[in-house]
């Protein structure tokens, strides 16, 4: 099991930034499948981004891609997502997770695959 804490949310103009930063205790860090999920309110969880253990192979939904980066650093135990070109629409408490990597499947999308949940941080994008 690992402990996640995310942070960096805030309230931002459309258009502007946002760098989140998820910090992990509890275990082998890289071992680990690191991703962000949303839930904006009234809506179901959504995947966001994801980043591979022991690689940086990274998948992004389509609604972001282009926009969003998902990175890790493994010496820090910390995922970051920087938001870029941010939209009203990306309003949303933004989740960080974490699976077990267990070199089989890179990608996993769906809530259900991560065993390791953050509290989330809200971020409010504002026109």
């Known amino acids: 099991q690992v402990h996640l804490v995310e942070s960096g949310g805030g309230l931002v103009q459309a258009g502007g930034s946002l760098r989140l930063s998820c910090a992990a205790s509890?275990?082998?860090?890289?071992?680990?499948?690191m991703a962000w999920f949303r839930q904006a309110s009234g809506k179901e969880r959504e995947f966001v981004a994801t980043i591979a253990g022991y690689q940086d192979h990274t998948y992004y939904s389509d609604s972001v891609k282009g926009r969003f980066a998902i990175s890790r650093d493994n010496a820090k135990n910390t995922v970051y997502l920087q938001m870029n070109s941010l939209t009203p629409e990306d309003t949303a408490v933004y989740y960080c997770a974490a699976r077990w990597y267990n070199g089989v499947v890179l990608v996993a999308t769906s809530s259900g695959d991560y065993e390791n949940w953050g509290q989330g941080t809200q971020v409010t994008v504002y026109s």
């Open positions: 509890g275990g082998a860090f890289r071992a680990y499948a």
